[in-house]
């Protein structure tokens, strides 16, 4: 199994104090011969009228260290690796990618970026690390 | 600009041997507000009755070392991340990943890997770095 990223923690408590219940940590898929693991599963009763479990997948990624660009490129890709996996073996889990707000709000300030996470469906949740609190979910 | 890959200087000759002119090495692209490098731009005059030349680009990868999967995921990122810029700047110049001949027979002896490439349209030229060669284009 892959080393925790540093938020690893955080974002746990963050999903448990919103209402979700912890149920992979992590959680195992193989990718054709390989095996892979994403951060954290979850799920909660959806809110209102709607019947059954919202249920997501969280891959946790800090920014932190080398350049902000390389750093994007390495997630967009392990993201994009894994979504068919997530989608063939569980069509109802939605893969998120957990980001700190101060990377949101350096690196998704340039609308190329913006663009690029809309043309490739990147769902992202935006997590405040101090506050240990949800900022905004990206579907 | 970026460290160049360990095949750098082989996959320059083996396109020039193809009857490529290398026309930029690097070749800079704007991403949005950053600077972005592409290994090497490079034309030729289309074969047989087609007029014109043919444009491309090629990010050289030489997976040695971590994990393949980690350094896929790494190149695949950076090809979806540079390709829409390319598009706009020159739609008529195409992106490749050059990949050693090793690494085409291990990692995409794996479908999944395979599909992968095909539903990112990933453009693939296979070099033989021993015999400086093209072993195949994957368009």
Do not use: N
Not at 4 to 23: P, S
Not at 61 to 74: R, T
């Amino acid at each position: 199994m892959p080393a925790k990223d540093k938020y690893h923690d955080h974002v746990r408590r963050i999903l448990e104090k919103d209402g979700w219940a912890i149920t992979h940590d992590p959680y195992f898929i193989k990718l054709g011969r390989r095996k892979g693991y994403i951060d954290l599963g979850a799920e909660r009763s959806f809110i209102g009228a709607e019947k059954g479990k919202e249920k997501i997948l969280v891959e946790i990624k800090s920014f932190l260290g080398m350049s902000d660009l390389d750093q994007f490129e390495d997630a967009l890709g392990q993201f994009l690796v894994y979504r068919p996996a997530v989608m063939k073996k569980e069509p109802e889990r939605t893969l998120y990618l957990a980001i700190p707000k101060e990377f949101d709000q350096s690196f998704f300030d340039d609308d190329y970026f913006v663009e690029i996470a809309e043309l490739y469906e990147v769902k992202m949740l935006v997590f405040d690390e101090d506050k240990e609190e949800i900022v905004s979910w990206k579907k």
